[in-house]
């Protein structure tokens, strides 16, 4: 199983940026998914996670109102909306499937895309 979080760069601060987060080998669309990040020098985060179904979402708290997590199941793949980044934003940013418990563990990871957001 091979996820891959896409979509990352360098912006200014006050843009906007989706990520996206796809599977190889396998189908992410009949699993719940999460977004993390990882910022310099600190702990990975929760972001926010989706159900299978797309119908339940959850964030972080400090994540509520700039955060969006939705998902095409067609398309096997879930994006995370970022508006009005800002410095502090500036992370790795990992998606998660294969849920252990709702909606911050999450057993099968794939490789980060790094945000780097300038003031």
């Known amino acids: 199983v091979q996820l891959q979080a896409s979509g990352g760069g360098l912006v200014q601060a006050g843009n906007s940026l989706r990520l996206s987060c796809t599977a190889s080998?396998?189908?992410?669309?009949?699993?719940?998914v999460g977004w993390f990040r990882q910022a310099p020098g600190k702990e990975r985060e929760f972001v926010a996670a989706?159900?299978?179904?797309?119908?339940?979402?959850n964030y972080a708290d400090s994540q509520k109102g700039r955060f969006t997590i939705s998902r095409d199941n067609a398309k096997n793949t879930v994006y995370l909306q970022i508006i009005n980044l800002k410095p502090e934003d500036t992370a790795i940013y990992y998606c998660?499937?294969?849920?252990?418990?709702?909606?911050?563990?999450?057993?099968?990871w794939g490789q980060g895309t790094l945000v780097t957001v300038s003031s």
């Open positions: 080998g396998r189908t992410i669309s009949s699993n719940a």
């Open positions: 989706i159900s299978l179904s797309g119908a339940t979402t």
């Open positions: 998660a499937t294969d849920v252990i418990t709702w909606p911050t563990d999450f057993r099968s």
